[in-house]
DNA sequence: GATTTATATTAGTATATTCTTATATATGAA
DNA sequence: TTCATATATAAGAATATACTAATATAAATC
């Protein structure tokens, strides 16, 4: 896992904006999607980016795939990731995301997304 | 300073050398040149892109430009400056830059670069 | 003033990235 | 089997990036 490759990466307002609501926890593609009111197809994009650089993993469950922070990197570079959540607590944007993340999780039901 | 920006100008192979270089203060631009075995100009562009983020500052002296960190930069993302070194110090062609870089200086005579 | 040295900028090309629209796949439900 | 939902991939256009070669600027020296 290169570095610059991982900076490159997390280069982008959206693809920062997911990291932040993944470190609170796995989400699966429409929650993200709902979060940030990006269209499913740009969300797919980012996390397939994302996961090909070492820095998400997922996994499917039913028609959903979860997606979650991988534990390699974060065991690879544990003080670059504690490094991102204090950078994150900073953004201007973080705390509406995560009321919305909080919203879109309570007004979900079962077996829908 | 945003911070997708911040990531976005570190995600180069040559730009994090030359901040590892800069880490351990102000450099010419000629100086970064010889260590990096790069073109003159690479070495300026990436410097003024590095320095129109904010990531580094510049000062003039007779004919040569010396860079460095910038102060703000660092006051003002300390954490990932932190985590900057510890990165820094697991890439594998860091020693070596840093070993040519001792050498360069080493070399070097008065009013000359 | 002419020349040399250090640095920056411009022009042009090749490649990468991002976004939108359309389409494909895969699972569950009717 | 058909339909709806969740996710991924492909195609095409617009923009950004990186590199090389050539040129400009600016200071120092002769």
Same mark, same amino acid.
């Given at each position: 896992? $290169?570095? %610059?490759?991982? *900076?490159?990466?997390?280069?982008?307002?959206?693809?920062?904006?997911?990291?932040?609501?993944?470190?609170? #926890?796995?989400?699966? =593609?429409?929650?993200?999607?709902? @979060?940030? #009111?990006?269209?499913? =197809?740009? =969300? &797919?994009?980012?996390?397939? /980016?994302?996961?090909?650089? #070492?820095?998400?993993? &997922?996994? !499917?469950? %039913?028609?959903?795939?979860?997606?979650? =922070?991988? /534990?390699? *990197?974060? $065991?690879?570079?544990? @003080?670059?990731?504690?490094?991102?959540? @204090?950078? *994150?607590?900073?953004?201007? #944007?973080? !705390?509406?995301?995560? !009321?919305?993340? %909080? @919203?879109?999780? /309570?007004? !979900? &039901? $079962?077996?829908?997304?």
């Amino acid at each position: 896992m $290169e570095l %610059a490759l991982i *900076f490159k990466t997390l280069g982008d307002d959206i693809r920062l904006r997911i990291l932040g609501l993944l470190m609170g #926890g796995e989400l699966c =593609v429409c929650d993200i999607e709902s @979060v940030l #009111g990006i269209s499913q =197809v740009n =969300v &797919s994009r980012h996390l397939a /980016r994302m996961k090909s650089t #070492g820095i998400l993993t &997922s996994r !499917k469950n %039913a028609q959903w795939v979860y997606y979650s =922070v991988n /534990r390699t *990197f974060m $065991e690879t570079h544990p @003080v670059l990731l504690d490094s991102l959540i @204090v950078e *994150f607590k900073k953004l201007p #944007g973080n !705390k509406s995301d995560m !009321k919305k993340l %909080a @919203v879109v999780k /309570r007004n !979900k &039901s $079962e077996n829908q997304c």
